[in-house]
């Protein structure tokens, strides 16, 4: 059973950036891929950005893709999400999720294994 832990949420200005971590604790974290997902108020869960145990990009929203990048350590088990250029819609509970094997999209009802969150919220 894995289990996920979210940091590096916080409250940041437009334009601003933050970093995003998600410690994986449990074995064979090299064969999970790992997504970043988050949920707006009022909004349903949406896929952000997702890696694959590889190092692969599975795919990155459109709203993320030129502003956040998603890496992988697998020395420590660890995934990141780095956010730039943030924006005021980026604002909400970001979750980092798991699931073993390769899933063909960064859909949230693809994976299994979740984190608590970490809030981010942008804002003047």
């Known amino acids: 059973q894995l289990q996920l832990v979210e940091s590096g949420g916080g409250l940041v200005q437009p334009g601003g950036s933050l970093r995003l971590s998600c410690e994986v604790s449990?074995?064979?974290?090299?064969?999970?891929?790992i997504g970043w997902f988050r949920q707006a108020p009022g909004k349903e869960r949406e896929g952000v950005s997702c890696?694959?145990?590889?190092?692969?990009?599975?795919s990155n929203a459109d709203s993320a893709k030129g502003r956040f990048t998603i890496t992988r350590d697998s020395a420590k088990t660890s995934v990141f999400l780095e956010m730039d250029s943030l924006k005021p819609d980026d604002t909400g509970l970001y979750y980092c999720?798991?699931?073993?094997?390769?899933?063909?999209?960064?859909?949230?009802?693809?994976?299994?294994?979740w984190g608590q969150g970490t809030q981010v919220t942008v804002s003047s």
């Open positions: 449990g074995q064979f974290f090299e064969y999970y891929s």
């Open positions: 999720a798991a699931v073993r094997g390769f899933p063909p999209r960064c859909d949230p009802g693809g994976y299994l294994h």
């Open positions: 890696i694959a145990a590889s190092g692969r990009i599975i």
